[in-house]
């Protein structure tokens, strides 16, 4: 009897028709709606995919055009003017150029301005300088003159004297030097317009500008008064064996007539290139050389600074001579020759009537040739 049943209970399941999964889904669905939308949520959305918009700057180009020559250029003008499309193309992208667009090529200016470089004023640099009092118009320097009587003594003397024998008197007599101070200024007229609506390198480059004036003119006046003050060397060639014959001579003089010692020597442009292109018999170089050769001193194009047979050199294109000729240069000793110059003061002055500003640069300097015979000027 178990037999029977089991083989009826298996018959019965071989019947049973095998419900398909997607039916099995749906039925599921509509019994628990809940749980079929928690499963539609959770999928992932898939969208379409989007179009990428590219920036027309991507896509421009440039017409290859063989035109790279004049002559290229001037066939497909022809070319052009006969109707080739082509031509007309490759003559449209070679004239979009500036030239054609003036409009959009805006000049620029730069601020950077062109000048001459200045070193500072050698000749003052060269002298002994002084204090200019704060007021007054003239200066005097106390000196020794020569005593009266028409003696040669200028300071108190003393000999050597047997026992009980009579002292020696001289009398010291003293003077003043006397010196003029002179007001050196310069001025420059401004428009109200140019002052407030120029670049801010304006100012910089008008102050610089107006130093450099300032500065040549006083150097310029001080070598001017060293020539006059100065006594003329023994005659001389101009080369370098007269160069040496006049420093040989420099320093024993301005020793022997001041006590001082010959220091600085003040060249034009013309000695600065004889002292460079100076060369000894084989050839080489006498104040451009390097120790030990021909070490008479040193002589560079790069400096208006060096050194000529112990002399310390100061190159000044000021002088009046700009040849190697007489008074081409002078040698001193520092402490015969004073400078008494003022600091440089600058002031403005409003002009209402028509809005201008004046600007003025200006100072004061005086000069003294306290021994005239410690300074020796070139002389052929």
């Known amino acids: 009897m178990q037999k029977i049943a089991a083989s009826q209970s298996e018959a019965v399941d071989e019947t049973q028709t095998t419900q398909p999964e997607s039916e099995a889904a749906v039925t599921t669905a509509a ?3 809940t749980e079929e939308k928690t499963e539609e949520a959770a999928a992932p959305v898939v969208e379409a995919a989007r179009k990428i918009i590219r920036p027309s700057v991507l896509d421009s180009q440039r017409v290859r055009t063989p035109i790279t020559s004049m002559g290229a250029y001037t066939e497909h003008k022809i070319k052009a003017a006969l109707g080739n499309e082509d031509s007309k193309l490759y003559l449209t992208a070679a004239d979009d150029a500036f030239a054609n667009n003036g409009a959009f090529n805006p000049t620029q200016y730069l601020a950077e301005f062109p000048t001459n470089t200045r070193f500072g004023t050698p000749a003052i640099d060269a002298c002994s ?5 704060a007021s007054g118009m003239t200066i005097n320097v106390p000196s020794l003159v020569t ?77 001017a008064a060293l020539i006059t003050a ?12 007269g160069i040496i014959k006049y420093a040989a001579e420099a320093g024993a003089s301005i020793y022997k007539n001041t006590g001082y010692f010959a ?41 208006i600074r060096g050194n000529v047979l112990g002399l310390d050199l100061y190159i000044d294109k000021n002088f009046a001579a700009t040849t190697f000729v007489d008074s081409s240069s002078v040698i001193l000793a520092p402490e015969a020759f004073t400078v008494y110059q003022s600091p440089t003061a600058y002031m403005s002055v409003n002009v209402v009537s028509n809005l201008q500003v004046q600007v003025a640069i200006y100072g004061y300097m005086a000069t003294i040739a306290k021994m005239p015979t410690g300074i020796l000027r070139f002389n052929i």
């Not at 003293?174 to 420059?188: C, D, E, F, I, W």
């Not at 002292?275 to 001193?297: K, V």
């Open 230 to 241: 100065s006594t003329a060397s023994v005659a001389t060639t101009a080369d370098s064996a």
């Open 129 to 133: 300088r002084g204090t200019l009092p």
């Open 31 to 33: 019994e628990n709606p």
């Open 263 to 303: 220091q600085n020597y003040i060249a034009n442009p013309a000695q600065y290139q004889a002292l460079l292109s100076a060369s000894d018999t084989t050839g080489r170089p006498i104040y451009s050389a390097n120790f030990p050769m021909n070490a008479a001193g040193q002589v560079a194009p790069t400096s």
């Open 147 to 223: 005593s009266a009587g028409g003696g040669t003594g200028v300071a108190p003397t003393v000999t050597v004297e047997a026992e009980g024998g009579a002292v020696a008197a001289t009398g010291m007599e003293t003077s003043y030097l006397s010196a003029t101070v002179s007001k050196y200024s310069g001025m420059n007229t401004l428009s109200i317009e140019l002052l407030e609506r120029s670049d801010p390198n304006f100012y910089a480059e008008l102050t610089q500008q107006l130093q450099n004036a300032y500065l040549t003119t006083l150097d310029t006046t001080v070598v």
